[in-house]
Nanobody, 116 residues
Framework: QLQLVQSGGGLVQPGGSLRLSCAASGFSFSSYAMSWYRQAPGKERELVATISIIGDITNYADSVKGRFTISRDNAKNTVYLQMNSLQPEDTAAYYC?????????WGRGTQVTVSS
């Protein structure tokens, strides 16, 4: 059974940093791209970052470029999202995601709140 178990997140002041983790199981993690999405209250879920199978290709939403870094450790079946220079507009629930056998799988979500 495919599972994506998230950790990290919390409350941080503007300008601060957080790191999210997503531990995967139940599929061949190293064979699939991974992504992070976020959803703020009253808004649609949006793609934040994507990383290729071996981590050599990454893509970011314009709103997070230069501040967020997605990475993966295939030996640990884990994908990370390092978030620096956080701003109040980054406040959202963050979800890890993979597309496996023609469907999307999601973590349960991790709340990130940026506030002074």
């Amino acid at each position: 059974q495919l599972q994506l178990v998230q950790s990290g997140g919390g409350l941080v002041q503007p300008g601060g940093s957080l790191r999210l983790s997503c531990a995967a199981s139940g599929f061949s993690f190293s064979s699939y791209a991974m992504s992070w999405y976020r959803q703020a209250p009253g808004k649609e879920r949006e793609l934040v970052a994507t990383i290729s199978i071996i981590g050599d290709i990454t893509n970011y939403a314009d709103s997070v470029k230069g501040r967020f870094t997605i990475s993966r450790d295939n030996a640990k079946n884990t994908v990370y999202l390092q978030m620096n220079s956080l701003q109040p507009e980054d406040t959202a629930a963050y979800y890890c995601n993979t597309h496996f056998r023609f469907r999307d799988y999601w973590g349960r979500g991790t709340q990130v709140t940026v506030s002074s």
